[in-house]
Each structure stands twice: as structure tokens, then as C-alpha cells.
């Protein structure tokens, strides 16, 4: 679940391999979908509703938006490369658990290790800065 949900965080990854094609022109929706090989709802819902890709300000008589494939271009390779970023970022050192209340990495006084119902040894500490119970849990190698 973890992993899917960074999957969906990141750009499509056709808009990177795809969008080397796009020129420094004016596309509409329809167009972009079809050189990217994505769906139309893809680019004006997530990308565009979502994720604040460039338009162009003025849109045609028919309300249809236009995008420069050029700077959807290296707005996608700018917001792929903040994700890996954020992604690097986000790694906990070892001595590190993740406190889903104060959304940050902490580091507690003492731990536990305690296995799961499944079988899964895993961390318990309690959060150094709100007290809230705190999990990590371990990987194969740990
Ligand atoms: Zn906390």
C-alpha cells in the first residue's frame, strides 16, 4: 500500500519518456493524451486539477485548455525529480521512526521489539514530541 501510493505520487512515468517529443507549441488535452499514451482525464484531473501543470492562460471559444508540451515537459521532469528527492528525504536512518501525528521523523529515548500477529518483528517507542505509540517496522535484513 506504502509503495503505491508513492507510485501514484510521482508523474506518470510516459510523460518523461514521451514528452521528449512534445515541442515548444500549444497542444490541447486530447492531443497530449494521444502522444503520451495517457488518458485525457489523467491530464486535466490529476496533472493539471491536481498537480498544477502549466497552461497557457487563455483558453479557445470551446473552454478548451491549451499546454505547452514543452513546459509540461520540464514541469514533469522538475516534479519527477523533487519526488526522488522527497523520496531520498523520507528514508529513515536507523535509529529513526516515522510519527504519524507530528508527521515528522523522531528520534525516541528507548524501544521495544515486538512481533506482530502475522509474525513480523517491528519496533514500539512512544514519540519523543507528542508521546503518541510509534511502529517501525523491520525489514528482512534489520
Ligand atoms: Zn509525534
Redesign the pocket.
Known amino acids: 500500500m506504502k509503495s503505491k501510493s508513492i507510485r501514484k505520487e510521482d508523474v506518470n512515468p510516459n510523460l518523461l519518456i514521451y514528452g521528449k517529443r512534445l515541442k515548444d507549441m500549444n497542444y490541447t488535452v486530447q492531443e497530449l493524451s494521444e502522444i503520451l499514451g495517457v488518458k485525457p482525464r489523467y491530464i486535466r484531473e490529476y496533472l493539471i486539477g491536481r498537480k498544477g501543470a502549466p497552461v497557457q492562460p487563455k483558453a479557445n471559444l470551446k473552454g478548451q485548455v491549451f499546454i505547452n508540451g514543452k513546459e509540461l515537459y520540464e514541469w514533469a521532469v522538475e516534479f519527477h525529480k523533487k519526488k526522488l528527492e522527497k523520496k531520498e528525504k523520507n528514508a529513515l536512518k536507523e535509529n529513526e521512526f516515522l ?4 508527521q ?1 521523523h ?1 528520534v525516541p529515548e528507548a524501544f521495544s521489539v515486538e512481533m506482530s500477529a502475522s509474525g513480523t518483528p517491528f519496533r514500539k517507542a512512544f ?6 505509540r ?1 511502529n517501525r517496522y523491520l525489514k528482512k535484513k534489520d
Request: with cysteine; aromatic share 0%; proline share 8%.
Open positions: 510519527c504519524c501525528h507530528c515528522k523522531v514519540c519523543p514530541i507528542c508521546g503518541s510509534i
